[in-house]
């Protein structure tokens, strides 16, 4: 039986279908589910992706983290279900309080569309065991509010748990504090990244392959548990 | 026309509900057709085809309908041309008259494209404006039951240092960017120029295009009788009312500012994201007979229409729409351009169906009247009929020939020729010097500036089919993963061209967008447009009007590329100065394998650089007379649209065959600017200016001429090893002129016995320029 | 130091999904009681007492600011506290 | 029908970048005097009168609200008035 992905689809929910185009392409079965929706499907891990859920009216994430299907995947995440929340997906599981810090207005308080290299500062996780440790791949960031905040007690916190997954390497684009992209829970199991792994599969349309890493190794995570 | 006029014409249409048998009472009540836009005649024959006085209810349908903007009275005469002149063509689904043209692309796939302007709104409301336009084209291409995939867009602004500028810019790009970005719409390409005529006229004109299957193609037709009305997407509110006569249609001046700025519309993306799913949905369910969008004219124009394509009639009850605004009076509902709405005729059996998809979507729908067989387009509210019009004389409107007069300016303007400027810049010492500085201005100049600081804020990714967008020549998207096909986009507009020849300029705007989708290695295959002129009431305006459309149904039959669509924004001026003429063309084409694309930047050093096409020296109307010189006059450069189809299917070929690593237009500029283009673009992906390749060149004895002359039909191209003698013949058997100059390599774009400057110092000069100005 | 605030709300007749979209929130939150929300933006702005003569100066001052800058009175109204 | 309104600004120790640029603009625009600024968020909450038992019963409310939907604890303080 072949790995089952979530994707959930929240209204106005933008990267979805790159999403699920992207768990195909590592060989899993990526499984919609739907924001109005209770219960996950029996599925093995969850992406929730990028866009603007609820049109990130308020504050991005906010909206969303109340969705029907949040009241089943914020237990399971907490009882280790693996989840990669990418952009908006970051945001939520801030929102949700599942991930440490909040998402804000990018420093340069403009929209941000480009290419950046990060290092994967922690190969370890549910979804970055593809990856060693100081690795940088290339990937594309797209946001308007990307900027990672935290105190400096989680941000000493992170730091020393080895928390941070992965860093902006190439320019801080959005005045993340210490140039985090990325963050980990404790159990390496839920997972956000500001910026989009799912854009950079495929050297037609995107900067390379580099993303595929991270649904590769939830592949492996899932087929070594 | 005054703000307190608008305001009690429009206040006098709730307070005093007018009823057909009202009207037919009280013929001689005076009503303020004046102020809604009317002229005493037209007003007159509204009075004769019904045989009374209309309602206010009417005459608000009337006074929209049949403003310019609705109506094309002015430009209708000569638009016909389009179809008179059309190219033989098997690929046309939907055609002019549409919401947007289609166009068959194989396989079963077709593409709808379209481009519009939002210009007036976005210079009242800069963000609000620019965001709307954005959602009103992206409903077009909806309404044709297309999913939309990509939108573009063309910006013209006054001086790039303007007060105006530095206000209206950044909130229009901002509108654009939350918009489209929130819609989940890659931004794949656009223009941004500037220019001191758009100084209070601002140019926001956006393309969206969209995908179907052949099958799914939705005409907006509401057929038969018995079928429901449904209104669906946001509720009903105060927004835009009368602005489709008023804010689109009436040119600024003296003061009358103030009087239209109630009149904003606020976008909600997320609603229109909703909508698009939901009607997605609703199609691939097959509960859909017709659908319209709701833009300009909001109710009045969508069921006006509807029945007039169908040939049918309809009945409303006004008091079903749902309303954000109880207030609102029935002439105001059928006015209200309340954005995110949309318009569908349903079969009575599917409405549960129908029903059940828009609560998924959380999408409000409303059944608001039926499709009857009458005729006659009929409305009541409280139970009294407030229309009963026949909604053919609403749809169509009346239809003008204004007069022409050539400007008495244009012979002058002919005669002032750069040539002696360029002859000057020729000669003398210090010319390596002089080309390198003149090279680098050019590059730093607004126009040939670096646009990330704009395109940086739009999402290119999003839905993963970019192949190319900013900065290469044309957007490229990927239709599917299993068959390839693809299609390539590009918009081009030229103001100084057209202002000294709006014939040629016209043309040359079309060589262009078709030269930029040829580069990209697409066939072109059909064409959009938006008209951007001062008042047509303007003889001189008139003519340079009738002068871009005669050029462009011309050039259009001579490429063998028919016009699909466009849209017509007249009255672009302040008080008696009307911006340049400036027609955008759009340009769609397509690839059988789009994994053949063409990059518009050198991918590899080594590679033999060729630059196809004739050089002459053509100075008139160029970047460099414009940068160097402030100098606008002569005349443009010749078109050999002959010679363009040449080129097209020379980079058509060699994209299939393999032979290129890039190609790149010449244009604005010329070589010089093209060369440094190539350097720093690179060779893959989206949204890339990656470090660059240089490269050295040798341009012969005249090389200002060779670096800054703008004759069209020319390219430049980047042949892959091994395929320099395959390339050479395909040229040669399309009669291509193909002159090798260099190479790629090195870390400068060196011109042989010139000069050179480093790719860094390229970047350098391109980068910093809108980012200083705009913070 | 004064601290003046500066509240900037829609005008009353310009439409703000924004709210509409935080109303509809509230509700599936079960805060059914909530009949309308609309959200606008506060300013407090931090003025250097030494450099304004008087409070009607300084209110003066904070009116020119708010309409040329905190405000865009093409959709906007604003209302100035604590000057 | 009461009329709630909330404020909601980033806290203290969290930078304000939006509000730096508007500073900036300030003092390119000839405000010399204003020392900083900070932006945040104002809501206007419509709050049916039936719907509430008294007034402490509907600051409560609004508290909650404003705890779980309106703010972020994690970056932002609210103040309620009106209740
Ligand atoms: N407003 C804009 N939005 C999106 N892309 C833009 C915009 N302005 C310019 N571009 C992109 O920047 C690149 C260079 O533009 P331009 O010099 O006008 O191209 P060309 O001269 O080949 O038509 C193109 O890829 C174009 O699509
Ligand atoms: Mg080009």
Redesign the interface.
Known sequence: MTTRVGIVTFPGSLDDVDASRAVARAGATPVPLWHGDRGLRGVDAVVLPGGFSYGDYLRCGAIARFAPVMADLIPAATDGLPVLGICNGFQILCEAHLLPGALTRNAGRRFVNREVRIRIENGQTSWTAGYQPGHEITVVLKSGEGRYVADQRTLDELEASGRVLARYASGNPNGSARDIAGVTNPAGTVVGLMPHPEHAIDALTGPGTDGLGFFASILSALADA | MTASAAGEAGHGLVTAPDTVALAARTPDRAQPHAELGLTDAEYASVGGLLGRRPTDSELAIYSVMWSEHCSYKSSRVHLRQFAEKAPPTTSLLAGIGDNAGVVDIGQGYAVTFKIESHNHPSYVEPFQGAATGVGGIVRDILAMGARPVAVMDALRFGAVDAPDTRRVLPGVVGGISFYGNCLGLPNIGGELAFDPCYSGNPLVNALCVGVLRHQDLKLAAARGPGNQVVLLGSPTGPDGIGGASVLASASFGGGGETAKRPNVQVGDPFMEKLLIECCLELYAAGVVVAIQDLGAAGIACATSELAAAGGTGMAVTLDLVPLRDPSLGPAEILMSESQERMMAIVEPGALEKFAEICARWDVPATVIGEVTGTGRLIATWRGEVVVDIPPESAAEGPLYQRPLRRPAGQDGRLADDPAPLADAARSGPGLADRLRADLLALLGSPAGADKAWVTEQYDSYVRGNTVQATPHDAGVLRIDEETFLGIALATDGNGRFCLLDPYAGTQLALAEAYRNVAASGARPLAVTNCLNFGSPEDPEVMWQFAEAVRGLADGCLALGVPVTGGNVSFYNQTQDEAIQPTPVIGVLGVFADVRRRLASGFGAPGEQIMLLGTTAPEFGGSLWASVVHCHLGGRPPAVDLAAERRLAEVLAGAAEAGLLSAAHDLSDGGLGVALAECCLTGADGPARSGDGIGCTVDLGTDPFTALFSESPGRALVAVRDGQREAFARLCAEHGVPAQPIGFTGGDELAVAGAFSVPVGELAAARRGTLGELFG | ?AKIVV???L?P??????????AG??H??G??????????????????DA??ADADALAI?MT??SA???A????EEFTIHGA
């Open positions: 130091m509240d900037v709300m005008k007749e310009i439409r703000d999904p924004q709210g509409e979209a935080i929130a509230c599936r939150l805060f059914a009681e909530v009949r309308a929300v609309r959200q606008g933006k506060r300013f407090e702005v931090e003025v250097a450099d304004v001052r020119e600011l040329e800058l905190l865009n009175p093409v959709i």
